[in-house]
């Protein structure tokens, strides 16, 4: 079925140790973006891509690096994992101007010890 | 700057009766404003979308929002909840071409026999 998929659906690094986190989408969305949800504050964007080889930072980028050299895939690198980092990691796509509303993943739970 | 805010971290309802979930905006123009639901260990799903045509948005499961210019409100409102309602749900307005969501900080419905 179309949609964002993200992997894995869960994970416990401990403190210093890098991940990948995966997002692939296969609508040929231009945009796609990372959010992270932590309880009580909604979502709060890490990073975005408006197409191939484009991204910027959103409200909360520290710690976090992205690239974005296929439309398709768009993951998430934490370098060294800290505990404030534990969190529900989501991954969005849309069209361009979105009227239609993003697409999102199921998310990635991660816990950092 | 634009901003979003859930006036209710909680609401708790009985099955069968009307469901109101408040949201405030704060802009400058008249923005995009979107409702989404998750439910527990879910993605996001979009509920319906405003986007400057109809002041009244009738959106999936029964639910509607009424875009208020005047008291800057967007709420989400439902005649009769069911037990499947019960979710977190997140008022969203995108800045920045749609580039970003702004996301408030959540609304956990309660649904009780």
């Known amino acids: 079925n179309a949609g964002v998929t993200q992997t894995p659906k869960f994970q416990v690094l401990k403190t210093g140790q890098s991940m990948t986190l995966q997002c692939a989408q296969d609508?040929?969305?231009?945009?796609m973006s990372w959010y992270r949800q932590d309880p009580g504050m909604g979502l709060r964007l890490i990073h975005y891509?408006?197409?191939?080889?484009?991204?910027d930072q959103g409200e909360v980028p520290n710690g976090y690096n992205v690239s974005r050299s296929t439309t398709e895939d768009f993951p998430l690198r934490l370098l060294s994992a800290a505990p404030s980092q534990t969190s529900v990691y989501f991954c969005?796509?849309?069209?361009?101007?979105?009227?239609?509303?993003?697409?999102f993943g199921s998310g990635t739970r991660l816990t950092v010890v | 700057a634009q901003s979003v805010t859930q006036l209710d971290s909680h609401v708790s309802v009985s099955e069968g009766t009307p469901v109101l979930l408040r949201c405030n905006y704060s802009?400058?123009?008249?923005?995009?404003l979107f409702w989404y639901v998750q439910h527990p260990n879910k993605g996001l799903q979009l509920l319906l979308k405003?986007?400057?045509?109809?002041?009244l948005v009738k959106g999936i499961n029964g639910f509607e929002a009424e875009f208020k210019k005047s008291e800057t409100s967007f709420h989400l409102t439902k005649p009769s909840a069911h037990m499947s309602d019960a979710a977190e749900y997140f008022c969203?307005?995108?800045?920045?071409?749609?580039?970003?969501?702004?996301f408030g900080a959540g609304t956990r419905l309660a649904v009780h026999p």
């Open positions: 969005a796509s849309s069209y361009t101007g979105t009227a239609y509303g993003y697409t």
């Open positions: 609508m040929n969305h231009e945009y």
């Open positions: 891509s408006v197409g191939a080889g484009i991204t």
């Open positions: 802009s400058s123009y008249s923005p995009s």
């Open positions: 405003y986007t400057s045509a109809a002041t």
């Open positions: 969203v307005s995108p800045e920045g071409g749609y580039n970003k969501l702004i």
